[in-house]
């Protein structure tokens, strides 16, 4: 079993930044793929970035690239996700989520794959 937790999240400014953190407990991340979701009330969890279970490989949805950047620690421990230039609406609750791919190089896209999910931390970006 894997517990995660998030952290980091919080009201900010349009154009500021935030970076969220992920924490495991239970057991190492490595082998698992991390991603990063977050949802808004009356709509679906949205993927934000995943990173490979080495950290060799990342996805990023339309919205993210080139403000957001996924990254894990080399202990295995904690996964990490930089937000710049935050828009109104990045809005949402940001969830941390962790699928077991050994050493497979498969970036996960789908919510329902992911086994493992933190609580959340809400992120809000004012205008």
């Known amino acids: 079993q894997i517990q995660l937790v998030e952290s980091g999240g919080g009201l900010v400014q349009a154009g500021g930044s935030l970076r969220l953190s992920c924490a495991a407990s239970?057991?190492?991340?490595?082998?698992?793929?991390i991603a990063w979701f977050r949802q808004v009330p009356g709509k679906e969890r949205e993927l934000v970035a995943s990173v490979l279970w080495n950290g060799d490989g990342t996805f990023y949805g339309d919205f993210g690239k080139g403000r957001f950047t996924i990254s894990r620690d080399g202990a295995g421990r904690s996964v990490y996700l930089q937000m710049n230039s935050l828009k109104p609406e990045d809005t949402a609750v940001y969830y941390c989520a962790a699928a077991f791919t050994g050493r497979q190089p498969v970036l996960i896209t789908q919510a329902e794959e992911y086994d493992y999910w933190g609580q959340g931390t809400q992120v809000t970006v004012s205008s």
């Open positions: 239970g057991r190492s991340l490595g082998g698992y793929s």
